[in-house]
């Protein structure tokens, strides 16, 4: 058995009723504040934090979505982003995994202390941030915004 906690996958409300049939056989619990254009799925058993079935639904048919989980016994908390880029779905996952922060803090120190340039650290910065947030996370947008049209 896996090590379960609770996650959620929020996606714009027109997806939402557009498969509503095939989403609601998922068995997610369902939250939409009055007047908002999201729609939030919550699994408080998420093996491992993953949503399976609606984080695979939204791939294989171009859904943009929020997802966060909370810390199991093996790993920490994190979000993912689905988005848009050029017409291709990408996904974005951010850990709230302080070590690989550190990680990077000590990799440029030793570029430092190895005598390296101004130059060479904004470079290892420039590569790692690019690696690290690979597209500006925007809000979720429904297909008929100029935005959406403009991404996709």
Known sequence: MGD????????NKHYYEQNKDVIDKM?????CDEGSEVVTLA???ANYGRMAEIEDFCQEH????NKRWEAGGDYGAGEEYARI????LLTHEISDDYATVLQEHKKTMEI????GTLEEVKKHLAKKIK?????????LKAPNSIDFINNA
Do not use: C, M, W
Request: aromatic share 14%; glycine share 8%; charged share 30%.
């Open 85 to 88: 880029v050029n017409g291709e």
């Open 112 to 115: 430092i202390a190895k005598g």
């Open 131 to 139: 690696e690290l947030e690979p597209f500006e996370v925007t809000p």
């Open 27 to 31: 068995g997610y619990e369902y939250e």
């Open 43 to 45: 699994d408080d058993q």
């Open 4 to 11: 379960r906690t609770y996650a959620t996958v929020s996606i």
């Open 62 to 65: 171009n859904i943009e979505y």
